[in-house]
């Protein structure tokens, strides 16, 4: 990076310069930037920022959020966003944001309220002038008038919908789901489609080893290994992710020597007196390379599924073949099961090709696959679904998905996507975990619930009050003074801040 570390004694880290600094953080450290490990391997803990519990593991080249605290290992960390740069940051300014977006119950609430101020006053006008008329003392009128205008006071109807805005809002903070906008939430409630991009949301985003098959004298996950060994110094997509899911399965790797890439055919290295070559289709050509015919069955259900195969050489002979494809998110199956559990119909829409995009919706057991859709036909998809009747709910990570994610009745941007992405969802889940989608309709039920209970007890309570504070029942001998009317008044305003706080101890699917 050209500049030196420079430790800071009193808060464990260190910085060097601005632009392509590193920071050092040590064990125990909260981290102070946004950046990305170049060395050290530590487990951090995210629960502040998205609410995961575990420490989650993290080593060269995997994204760190300021505010994080480091666990037991050191990380240099170059740092990518400071100060209003930060994820950080960034979901302080969402979250502000989303509690001053105003709701359709809001604004309800604040009709209401506005509408009872006046009820307040004229029931009071027309309190005093009965009494007067009736002959009852000014005093006695004045103060069935003052009651009135006490038990009116239209604190719990004010505080009805606000209090389940501000409770709702962080409770989905806190559990990694931020709200940009109120709207967006209140209508997830009546959501029956749910609209999944493929890319970097259903899967990861990148390639990786989904089955293998291997001659009769090797496992597959000698096989894996081995060629993980082959792949390690190749920058290749597709090598890359071989290497990736070798470590997934947590394999030893053994070290090759006298790596070799064969350009637009493979590489080649040695291992262990070994000679080894990996390659698709053009290797085997090129080599004349023989593969036996329970491979060639592999290879030929791997195209069928739309996934690419390479191939793992010894001897001029295919002892393995990988079928690699975008990795599917282990978090996807359980999303899907409790979105069909909650009676929701589950669409895929992709650019990508028929015959891949069918696979992954039979493994995830996708209701509707629309595969080789266009960017900018993204979003008629979705007016044609709501053209037939559905309330959609459409979740995205790219570029691309912005325009569906505008005209979905509600977007939901995954995280880790692009920032134009995340500025056209209403909600933004920060762990890009799809599993937190049903969490969202659930959230989203009971936010509703809460306020139409406290409308409706702010509302009932002032139809039956205000009579009583005028003195309908006075005739058999039932009084309301202002005192006890002032303690009505306040008692009704507790009762709708309790029930609001009730919003917290919501089941909200997963634990966090």
């Not at 491979?295 to 393995?320: K, S």
């Not at 008629?380 to 979905?408: C, F, H, Q, W, Y």
Request: charged share 20%; aromatic share 4%.
């Amino acid at each position: 990076m050209g500049c030196s570390v420079i430790v800071n004694p009193f808060h464990g880290h260190s910085w060097c310069s601005p632009n392509g600094d590193l920071v050092l953080v040590r064990p125990g450290a909260a981290i102070p930037a946004d950046g990305v490990v170049r060395q050290g391997e530590s487990a951090v803990n995210e629960s502040m920022i998205t609410g995961e519990s575990r420490p989650v593991h993290k080593n060269d080249g995997q994204k760190v959020i300021a505010g994080t605290v480091n666990g037991s290992g050191s990380l240099r960390v170059e740092v990518t966003g400071t100060g209003e740069r930060t994820a950080l940051a960034g979901i302080m300014r969402l979250v502000a944001q989303a509690q001053t977006s105003r709701s359709r119950a809001q604004a309800l609430a604040d009709r209401a309220a506005f509408v009872l101020t006046f009820v307040a006053l004229g029931s009071g006008g027309v309190t005093i002038i009965v009494w007067l008329s009736l002959r009852a003392t000014p005093a006695f009128a004045v103060e069935r008038l003052v009651t009135v205008l006490v038990i009116a006071c239209p604190h719990a109807l004010g505080l009805a919908i606000p209090l389940v805005i501000a409770i709702s809002t962080t409770l989905a903070a806190h559990n990694g789901l931020l709200v940009r906008d109120r709207r967006g939430l209140e209508d997830a409630r009546l959501i029956n489609a749910v609209v999944f991009d493929k890319t970097g949301t259903l899967t990861r985003g990148e390639f990786g080893v989904v089955d293998i098959a291997v001659a009769d004298n090797v496992s597959p996950n000698e096989a894996l290994a081995l060629a993980a060994a082959v792949e390690r110094d190749s920058e290749h997509t597709i090598a890359q992710g071989v290497l990736r899911s070798a470590k997934e399965r947590k394999l030893l790797i053994p070290v090759a020597s006298k790596f070799e890439a064969i350009p637009g055919k493979g590489v080649r290295a040695t291992l262990e007196g070994r000679e080894l070559l990996i390659g698709g289709p053009s290797l085997l050509h090129s080599f004349g390379i023989r593969v036996p015919e329970l491979l060639q069955r592999a290879v030929l259900e791997a195209g069928n599924r739309g996934q690419a195969a390479i191939y793992l050489v010894e001897h001029n002979t295919a002892i393995a073949v990988f079928a690699v494809a975008d990795v599917i998110r282990t978090e996807s199956r359980e999303a899907i099961r409790d979105l069909h559990e909650r009676g929701i119909q589950v669409v895929m829409m992709t650019g990508d090709a028929r015959a891949v995009a069918e696979s992954v919706g039979k493994e995830l057991g996708i209701d509707t696959v629309l595969a080789e859709v266009l960017p900018e036909q993204k979003s008629a998809k979705i007016e044609d679904l709501k053209r037939s009747g559905k309330r959609v709910a459409m979740i995205g990570d790219g570029v691309n998905d912005a325009p569906a994610l505008v005209t979905a009745d509600v977007g939901i941007a995954i995280g880790a996507g692009t920032d134009v992405a995340v500025e056209a969802g209403d909600i933004v889940l920060v762990r890009s975990d799809p599993r937190d989608v049903p969490r969202i309709l659930d959230l989203s039920k009971a936010s509703y619930r809460k306020m139409v209970q406290n409308l409706a007890w702010a509302t009932g309570y002032n139809v039956i009050a205000i009579p009583l504070a005028a003195g309908v029942l006075a005739r058999w001998g039932i009084i309301l003074s202002p005192a006890i009317g002032a303690v009505l008044m306040s008692v009704s305003t507790v009762i709708v801040a309790i029930n609001a706080q009730v919003l917290r101890r919501s089941h909200l699917g997963r634990a966090a």
